[in-house]
C-alpha cells in the first residue's frame, strides 16, 4: 500500500503530540535518555519530631512546650548535595508544644528516582533577624547554611520561638502521595539550669544570684561544622558587663534555677583565656556570709564545648569544701545532672 506525503506529515504530528501528552503536565515517572528514570509533580510527607525532655517534673513542661513553638518553617530538597528546590505549598498539623508533628508539601521540580533525596527542614530562623536568605540551583547545603547566622540578643526570650535545624532523607521519589520520611529537628542553642540538692535546697546556703559569663554573641542555626561548636565569623565574646543574670533572688528561688539561661554555642576546649570560657558565678549566702564562687564547664579540669541541643544542669550537693573543677555528663536536651563537689 502507499501512502501520499499528506498521509506521513500526519502520522508524525500524532507521534509527536503521544510524546507530548506523556511529558508534560502531571505525569508518570519516565525515562530520560541517559536511563534515569525521572519524576516531577511528586508529593512528600514526613512525620516531624521536635526534641523533647526525658523529665516529668511539671517545672520542666511548661518550659518545654514553649521551646517546640514553630513560627516560620522553610524545607529544601537536595540531591547528590545539590540544591533542588524550596518547598512552596506546605501543610503542617497539630500544634505548638506537640512533639511530634506531619507535614505535607508537593514539589514542582524534576527528581531522579534512583538517587535519595534530602530535605533540610530550617524553622523560626526570621523570628531571630535571619532574612533573605536563598540558594541557587545546584548549589551545596553549605551555601544555606552559611547564611543562617543569628545576633544572640539577650534581651529576648530565648525559650520560645528557637531557631531549628533538621535534615531528612527519602531514598525513592515516586510520583503520588507515597513518598514518606522522618525528620528530628534540632535546637541551635544550649540551655544551662542551676539546682541545689536536686531542687531541694541545702542547710545554710541561700543562692542570691546566678550569672553566666563570655557567651558568644552569634550562631548558626543550622551545623557548619562536622563536629564541634558552630560558631560565625563576627561572633564576639560578651563583655563583662553584659552576662546574664537570674537578678535577685532569695529562699528557695535558687534551689532550682531553670529555662532561663539559653546560649549558642561555644568553644571551650583549646582557650586558655578564661575570660574566653563560658563560666558561671554564684553569688551565695553560707551561714550568712556572702560568697561569689566561679564554676567552670569541666570535668576533672577538662573542658566541656557548649553544643546546640544540649543542657546542661548543675547541681550543688555540698557546700563543706570549696573546688572549681565539676562532675557530669553531657546528653542531648535531656534532664543532666552536674554535681558540683563541695562549696564552703
Known amino acids: 500500500m502507499k501512502y501520499s506525503n499528506l498521509t506521513y506529515y500526519l502520522l508524525t504530528i500524532l507521534c509527536m503530540m503521544a510524546v507530548s501528552c506523556t511529558t508534560g503536565g502531571v505525569m508518570d515517572d519516565f525515562a530520560d535518555t541517559k536511563g534515569q528514570t525521572l519524576v516531577k509533580d511528586a508529593h ?43 518547598i512552596q ?29 534530602e530535605f533540610v527542614v530550617i524553622a523560626n530562623a526570621e523570628n531571630r533577624g535571619v532574612n533573605g536568605f536563598q540558594i541557587n540551583k545546584g548549589q551545596q547545603k553549605a551555601a544555606l547554611y ?40 534540632v535546637r541551635s542553642i544550649a540551655k544551662v539550669n542551676v ?21 558568644n554573641t552569634k550562631g548558626y542555626c543550622a551545623p557548619t561544622n562536622d563536629s564541634g561548636p558552630s560558631i560565625p565569623a563576627g561572633s564576639t565574646i560578651a563583655s563583662d558587663t553584659e552576662y546574664l543574670t537570674s537578678g535577685p533572688l532569695s529562699g528557695n528561688e535558687g534551689n532550682k534555677f531553670e529555662n532561663k539561661f539559653y546560649i ?31 564554676v567552670q564547664f569541666s570535668t576533672n579540669e577538662k573542658p566541656y564545648n557548649v553544643l546546640r541541643n544540649h543542657m546542661y544542669v548543675f547541681n550543688i550537693t555540698s557546700v563543706d569544701k570549696v573546688t572549681a573543677s565539676l562532675t557530669y555528663e553531657v ?4 534532664y543532666v545532672t552536674v554535681d558540683v563537689p563541695a562549696f564552703n
Open 44 to 86: 512528600i510527607s514526613f512525620v516531624l519530631t521536635l526534641p523533647a525532655n526525658s523529665s516529668t517534673r511539671a517545672s520542666e513542661n511548661d518550659g518545654l512546650e514553649s521551646e517546640r513553638a514553630i513560627d516560620n518553617i522553610h524545607i529544601y530538597t537536595f540531591q547528590d548535595n545539590k540544591f533542588i528546590e524550596e
Open 89 to 117: 505549598y506546605i501543610v503542617i498539623d497539630g500544634k505548638d508544644g506537640d512533639i511530634k508533628r506531619n507535614i505535607d508539601g508537593k514539589l514542582s521540580e524534576t527528581y531522579d528516582a534512583n538517587k535519595p533525596m
Open 146 to 185: 552559611q547564611q543562617l547566622s543569628f545576633n544572640f540578643d539577650k534581651s529576648q526570650n530565648w525559650s520560645t520561638d528557637i531557631p531549628m535545624w533538621g535534615l531528612g532523607t527519602i531514598e525513592n521519589i515516586k510520583t503520588g502521595d507515597n513518598n514518606f520520611g522522618t525528620l528530628e529537628l
Open 195 to 215: 539546682t541545689v540538692a536536686g531542687g531541694v535546697g541545702l542547710k545554710n546556703f541561700e543562692i542570691t544570684e546566678i550569672r553566666l559569663h563570655n557567651y
Open 264 to 294: 549558642p554555642e561555644h568553644q571551650n576546649i583549646g582557650i586558655t583565656d578564661n575570660n574566653k570560657k563560658v563560666c558561671l558565678t554564684i553569688n551565695a549566702k553560707v551561714r550568712e556570709v556572702e560568697k561569689t564562687y566561679t
Open 331 to 334: 546528653k542531648q536536651w535531656e
